[in-house]
C-alpha cells in the first residue's frame, strides 16, 4: 500500500489535494487535532473523491451517538484497541467492498480474498 500520512483533518486534505488523485481508503481516528473530527474529515475526503472507503477508529463508544451517517455513507468502525491483523482485515474488508455493518472480525466471504 502507498500511504499519505498527516497530523490532522486540514493537513490530510491538504495532502490529498497536493496528491492530484484520488485515494482509495482513508483511516482516520474520531477525534484529531485542529478541530476537524474525522466523520467530518471522511465527508469531505468523499465529496472530493466519491467511492473513496473509509475507516474510522476510535477508543471512545460515546463518539457513536449517531451511526447513521457510518451506515449511510457504507464506513467501517474499528473500536481500539485492535491488533495490526484486525486492522489488516479491516482494511482487506474494505478495499474489497464488504458490507460495513459486517464487524471487522468476521471473516470475509471469499475464502481467495486477499
Given at each position: 500500500?502507498?500511504?499519505?500520512?498527516?497530523?490532522?483533518?486540514?493537513?490530510?486534505?491538504?495532502?490529498?489535494?497536493?496528491?492530484?488523485?484520488?485515494?482509495?481508503?482513508?483511516?482516520?481516528?474520531?477525534?484529531?487535532?485542529?478541530?476537524?473530527?474525522?466523520?467530518?474529515?471522511?465527508?469531505?475526503?468523499?465529496?472530493?473523491?466519491?467511492?473513496?472507503?473509509?475507516?474510522?477508529?476510535?477508543?471512545?463508544?460515546?463518539?457513536?451517538?449517531?451511526?447513521?451517517?457510518?451506515?449511510?455513507?457504507?464506513?467501517l468502525f474499528?473500536?481500539?484497541?485492535?491488533?495490526?491483523?484486525?486492522?489488516?482485515?479491516?482494511?482487506?474488508?474494505?478495499?474489497?467492498?464488504?458490507?460495513?455493518?459486517?464487524?471487522?472480525?468476521?471473516?470475509?466471504?471469499?475464502?481467495?480474498?486477499?
Amino acid at each position: 500500500y502507498e500511504v499519505v500520512e498527516a497530523g490532522s483533518g486540514p493537513a490530510a486534505l491538504e495532502a490529498l489535494r497536493q496528491r492530484g488523485r484520488k485515494v482509495d481508503l482513508l483511516l482516520a481516528d474520531m477525534i484529531m487535532p485542529d478541530g476537524m473530527t474525522g466523520s467530518e474529515l471522511a465527508e469531505q475526503v468523499m465529496a472530493l473523491h466519491p467511492g473513496t472507503k473509509v475507516i474510522l477508529t476510535s477508543g471512545y463508544s460515546n463518539q457513536l451517538e449517531d451511526t447513521s451517517f457510518l451506515l449511510e455513507n457504507g464506513i467501517l468502525f474499528l473500536p481500539k484497541p485492535y491488533s495490526p491483523q484486525t486492522l489488516c482485515e479491516a482494511i482487506r474488508k474494505s478495499l474489497g467492498g464488504l458490507s460495513a455493518a459486517q464487524p471487522a472480525d468476521t471473516p470475509p466471504r471469499d475464502s481467495n480474498a486477499a
